[in-house]
């Protein structure tokens, strides 16, 4: 069966390798000059690890689990509030990984053979008929077929093609900035793997190791106007979380500028009506953007593309729109529960007032047990 990805990130280059070691004839397409995803770390979850084992791309990426002991959120002095149990979870569950983006990205997608890319080839629409689909760019028509998978991410074009109706993206008002350094020596490890929260600011400090020798950091804050360049958005962050734990501004501090990078943060405004249109499904950001509160959005990826995999494996042509019905029954309701679970994990940590101290009074009363075994449920698929 011919089918066509649309967007070599993350989820799209999972999809396209797992399709193609079930024997069909695939094509990426993807509008950047060359294969790659920038950014700093990024944290897999124990349930996109599955699914990555499920495609056969776990090897790499299980090299990267994390080995703290304890996570969970603490106030901005690191004090805590509420502390998982990593090591239970760990043993229960498995645990995440914290890889570098790139690196991620080049272990995913190392299987494709260089010929199914067509990179600097931008899909501008999609032409469904009885038969197949054809695939546009720059005006032209490149390839006609059985199933197309589109993967071009949050801003995806195709989404709004595809659900003229639907509002597209909201801007949460939050932005987030992130960074990765060698890991300085001495440091506390109670810190790893945990999130501070400041119930004056509503902002956020979340701190993760990379391998034994870096470290990941990342920060949420409220996005007032424009969002700012990364060396002005860095200098806002560390007047606003001056008097944290010292740790915090150190971190900050110690990042080289060019190794920061700023995201004002947006989802879907609501919940797609349905992940696939006949021959076309949508996988990724580009089905169910999220708010990157729980650290989900690449794994719920991986798992749209090991459920397209399972779905699509023995299809024939004639049997895609039906197969792909059957991929939006079973991923639609756990992505956007997840979507719905993002939102409403950065309403709890970006709190200020009343409601945060109410907030902190609580999560400090909740036994760490509890508090693990509901990581471990989000981590279930
Ligand atoms: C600040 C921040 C932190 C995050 N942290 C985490 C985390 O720790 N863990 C986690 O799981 N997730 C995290 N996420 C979310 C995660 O990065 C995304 O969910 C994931 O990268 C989405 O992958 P994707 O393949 O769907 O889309 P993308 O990675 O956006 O890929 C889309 C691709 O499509 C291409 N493309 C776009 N349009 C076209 C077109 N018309 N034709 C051809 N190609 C096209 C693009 O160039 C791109 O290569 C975070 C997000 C943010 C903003």
Redesign the pocket.
Known sequence: MRVVV???????VAAAVGLHRLGHEVTL????AELR?AGTG????PN?LRALDALGLAEDVRGHVMRVTHGGLRDWRGRPLLVTDMARARQEIGAPAMIERAELHRSLRAPLPSELVRTA????RLEPGPTGVTVISEGNPVVRADAVIV????G???RAQLFPAHPGLRRTGRM?L?GMLPRPPGLDPDLLAGQLVDRRSGAMFGLFPVGEDRLYW?TDSALHGTPPDADEARRQMLSLMADWHPLVTTLIEATPPAAVYV?P?ACLAEPLPSFAVGRIAL????AHAMS?DL?????Q?FEDAAALCRHLGNAEPVDVAERLLRYDTERRPRANHMMRAASRQSRLTSRTGIAAWLRDTLLRAVPSRLATRQLAALWNA
């Open positions: 649309v967007g070599a990130g993350l989820g799209g397409f993807e509008r950047g995803e990024i944290v897999v979850m996109g080839t931008p899909v501008e993967a071009d991410g949050i995806s074009t195709l987030d992130r990342f995201d943060i996988l990724g950001d580009a990157p650290g989900q959005g690449a794994s990826a």
